[in-house]
């Protein structure tokens, strides 16, 4: 069974830290590009950031660039997203998905596409709220 779950969200304060973790199991890790997505309410889903299934190349979306990291750590089949110096816009549901399409991370480049159809490999989502 193809499982992505993540943890690691919750209430920080403006300027604090949260480290999310995306563990995936059911499929071969590394075959595939895995992006992090966020959705707030009432807005539509976002990219946020993605890195490739070799790890050599990553994304960030222009409003966390500088702030979120994103790693892998293929021998625990787990996907990490830290993100530093959180602001209230970064309050939404953050969800992970593995990127079945043979392009990956370039999906997100120049566009606003919300991630692989609800059919592909998605996470449940974990809550990440920033007070100010």
């Known amino acids: 069974e193809v499982q992505l779950v993540e943890s690691g969200g919750g209430l920080v304060q403006a300027g604090g830290s949260l480290r999310l973790s995306c563990a995936a199991s059911?499929?071969?890790?590394?075959?595939?590009?895995i992006g992090w997505f966020r959705q707030a309410p009432g807005k539509e889903r976002e990219g946020v950031s993605c890195?490739?299934?070799?790890?050599?190349?990553?994304y960030y979306a222009d409003s966390v660039k500088g702030r979120f990291a994103i790693s892998s750590d293929n021998a625990k089949n787990t996907v990490y997203l830290q993100m530093n110096s959180l602001k209230p816009e970064d309050t939404a549901v953050y969800s992970c998905?593995?990127?079945?399409?043979?392009?990956?991370?370039?999906?997100?480049?120049?566009?606003?596409?919300?991630?692989?159809?609800?059919?592909?490999?998605w996470g449940q989502g974990t809550q990440v709220t920033v007070s100010s």
């Open positions: 998905a593995a990127i079945l399409s043979p392009l990956g991370c370039d999906l997100l480049y120049g566009s606003t596409w919300a991630g692989p159809p609800a059919s592909d490999y």
């Open positions: 059911g499929f071969t890790f590394d075959d595939y590009a």
């Open positions: 890195i490739s299934s070799s790890a050599d190349s990553t």
